[in-house]
């Protein structure tokens, strides 16, 4: 009985002691900063200007401004996890072609930007952005589209939230880190041991713009039934558009759905203002 205590107690300590880990580096488990840039627009045969802000926090942040001549609007893009802006290059093309100028940041850690990566230091990277577009290229809100990937894309909601741009673009995106962590380690205590939230699914509830949620059926990293409850809790005007293949590379394995998707979204609230439809 004393053997048996003596097992259930060091069992306890251990499972406690991972808790306790798991709840200081949890940013560990979030964020994968890629310092190093592979590669610049240039490679995809595009002009870019770098640009460096200063966050509410003094914090410097690194970002690409990718100008289009006959530019529609500019896309404010927050892209995932992992790596940096530089990893991105096949999707700026994309919005290139489509006829949109881009706005890449690297957030706090990543790439050339400064500081270590943080829930909330990732929104004031993004108000940063949004502030630069706005004061400096004296862009008017209803001219930008907030485009956020996977993790970016709770970066998006958060600001989204709180400023009224043309329109928002979540791709790959979760309901909030807590759910997702339930999904992969549903043998942990993840709402008690989550300090990271972003709680997508409340932000869009206050959206003031159009919305285009874009998921896979076959994403591995973030489930198609998060995006689905994502797209659920948004306000009209909104469209959801369904691609194929995985979480890192369903835009460019559903390339010709994808791009057609959102050149359609894009016109609907260009010419309409107001979505009504709610699927592509």
């Given at each position: 009985?004393?053997?048996?205590?003596?097992?259930?107690?060091?069992?306890?300590?251990?499972?406690?002691?991972?808790?306790?880990?798991?709840?200081?580096?949890?940013?560990?488990?979030?964020?994968?900063?890629?310092?190093?840039?592979?590669?610049?627009?240039?490679?995809?045969?595009?002009?870019?200007?770098?640009?460096?802000l200063v966050t509410d926090d003094d914090i410097k942040i690194h970002g690409w401004y990718v100008p289009h001549p006959d530019a529609q609007a500019t896309l404010l893009f927050f892209h995932g996890n992992a790596g940096n802006l530089s990893h991105r290059l096949e999707s700026?093309?994309?919005f290139h072609d489509i006829g949109l100028a881009v706005f890449i940041i690297d957030?706090?850690?990543?790439?050339?930007?400064?500081?270590?990566?943080?829930?909330?230091?990732?929104?004031?990277?993004?108000?940063?952005?949004?502030?630069?577009?706005?004061?400096?290229r004296r862009l008017r809100p209803d001219e930008i589209i907030v485009f956020g990937r996977s993790l970016g894309g709770a970066v998006a909601a958060a600001l989204a939230?709180?400023?009224?741009?043309?329109?928002?673009?979540?791709?790959?995106?979760?309901?909030?880190?807590?759910?997702?962590?339930?999904?992969?380690?549903?043998?942990l205590p993840v709402s008690w041991i989550s300090r990271i939230h972003y709680p997508v699914d409340k932000y869009i509830t206050s959206f003031k713009c159009p919305v285009l949620v874009i998921h896979s059926?076959?994403?591995?990293?973030?489930?198609a039934r998060l995006g689905q409850r994502l797209f659920d809790s948004a306000p009209e005007p909104k469209m959801f558009l369904p691609?194929?293949?995985?979480?890192?590379?369903?835009?460019?394995?559903?390339?010709?759905?994808?791009?057609?998707?959102?050149?359609?979204?894009?016109?609907?609230?260009?010419?309409?203002?107001?979505?009504?439809?709610?699927?592509?």
């Open positions: 009985m004393r053997m048996l205590s003596s097992l259930v107690l060091v069992v306890s300590a251990l499972f406690l002691g991972l808790m306790l880990l798991l709840f200081v580096f949890q940013e560990k488990m979030v964020f994968f900063p890629g310092k190093r840039l592979s590669d610049t627009p240039e490679a995809a045969g595009l002009h870019y200007e770098d640009v460096y700026i093309s994309i957030y706090r850690g990543y790439g050339r930007s400064e500081g270590r990566p943080t829930e909330r230091g990732t929104y004031r990277d993004a108000m940063a952005a949004w502030n630069y577009l706005v004061s400096e939230a709180k400023v009224t741009p043309a329109a928002v673009i979540l791709e790959s995106t979760f309901t909030s880190i807590k759910d997702l962590g339930k999904h992969h380690y549903p043998y059926n076959q994403d591995e990293v973030v489930p691609v194929s293949g995985d979480h890192n590379n369903g835009f460019l394995l559903s390339r010709d759905v994808y791009v057609k998707g959102i050149q359609r979204f894009l016109q609907t609230y260009d010419e309409d203002k107001v979505v009504h439809k709610e699927a592509l």
